[in-house]
């Protein structure tokens, strides 16, 4: 009987177990991101929840950075709480936040984005003028994680800038969502060869050397598009440019989707389903692909993916720190009209 009862408690463990895990990724996007918020924030001190804390309405949430930022004597100057200065326990709970704002492939892009310093830090060794460090990574919390009422986080460092805003139990906007990496491919150590962003250059590629030349003439431009606008909610892009879906093939409007979904597949996929109903309601014919330079790997090039309701911004025209010419990548997504949940005025 004994035997009997301690089996039955092993099966009942087990199946609780399996009813929690069920639970778990059954859970709202929102939620999760709540909780893992709360988790993160109750594993801190007061003093480090002095810096990872700010109030929702502070000018600092808009406040967003991709390049590196630090002062003269090399001491970063962005907000929030950096790896670096939290405990096993603590990074553990942080990096349980960027997953739960994040799907499994954006979670693993973004650690080998915060990995991919300690190559800059060893290619820049004889004295480069930024300091790359794989924990400058830093995580910030804008308001009081939960169910009701408005709260957002971030999580930022060099190439990262992953922007969530929640509004009663809802992704409000998951803008500005970037991902960058220097190198874009590894070109020696145990990774060598490992392309850090393919699914933000492959179809793009693809995409344009299946267009027609009265296709490549209107998807072509004569100029390379800038850099992304840092620390606005506006991105300042203006009226869409280039070939629009309406005149693409069947095959080419396919490859078009792959490159949208490669981008929004770095978003939970509960937000990415969001974003992606979002192309669809506003029209995929009004989707706009515009490609500056080269097809060719390792050519520089830089191009836009447009409609009503977002832009994707991509560039590798720069040479990475191994002196590898076009192999640094910036690429993002932005919405049209107002990054943050918020709106800017039509221009």
């Known amino acids: ?20 895990l069920v639970a778990q990724r059954t859970e709202p996007a929102a939620t999760k991101m709540a909780n ?10 007061a003093e480090q929840k002095a810096k990872a804390v700010f109030a929702f309405d502070s000018k600092e949430r808009t406040r967003w950075y991709f390049t590196p930022q630090q002062d003269k004597a090399k001491n970063s100057t962005r907000k929030g709480l950096p790896l670096e200065q939290m405990t096993a326990e603590q990074k553990k709970a942080a990096l349980a936040l960027l997953a739960a704002g ?11 984005i915060m990995s991919l310093e300690s190559i800059l830090k060893d290619q820049e060794k004889k004295g480069g003028a930024m300091v790359r460090n794989p924990e400058w990574y830093f995580f910030t919390v804008f308001g009081t994680p939960g169910p009701k009422g408005e709260w957002g986080w971030r999580v930022e460092g060099h190439h990262l800038s992953l922007n ?9 906007a998951a803008t500005p ?6 190198p874009a491919v590894i070109k020696s150590g145990p990774k060598k060869g490992l392309s850090v962003l393919p699914e933000a250059e492959d179809s793009a590629r693809e995409l344009f050397v299946s267009l027609d030349a009265d296709q490549k ?19 300042g892009v203006g009226p869409a440019t280039g070939l629009p879906a309406a005149r693409m093939n069947d095959k080419q409007r396919a490859v078009l989707q ?65 002196g590898n010419a076009n192999n640094h990548i910036h690429s993002g997504w932005r919405a049209i009209g107002g990054d943050f949940g918020l709106k800017v005025a039509a221009k």
């Open 258 to 322: 792959r490159l949208l979904d490669g981008y929004a597949g770095r978003m939970p996929p509960e937000v990415a389903e969001i974003e992606m109903s979002r192309i669809k309601e506003a029209g995929f014919d009004k989707v706009h692909f515009a490609f500056h330079g080269s097809p060719e790997p390792g050519k520089g090039h830089t191009y836009r993916v447009q409609g009503p309701t977002f832009v994707i911004e991509f560039l590798n025209v720069q040479g990475d720190s191994g």
């Open 1 to 20: 009987m004994k035997l009997l009862r301690t089996a039955l408690a092993a099966l009942l463990v087990v199946g609780l177990a399996g009813i929690a």
């Open 177 to 182: 969502f970037f991902f960058g990496a220097n």
């Open 164 to 172: 969530l805003t929640l509004k009663d139990g809802q992704v409000a």
């Open 217 to 235: 003439k209107a998807a072509q431009r004569d100029k390379a598009f800038p850099e992304p606008k840092e620390n606005t909610v506006d991105a």
């Open 102 to 112: 994040t799907s499994t492939a954006g979670r693993e892009k973004a650690t080998l």
């Open 36 to 45: 893992a918020a709360n988790a993160f924030l109750g594993a801190l001190t």
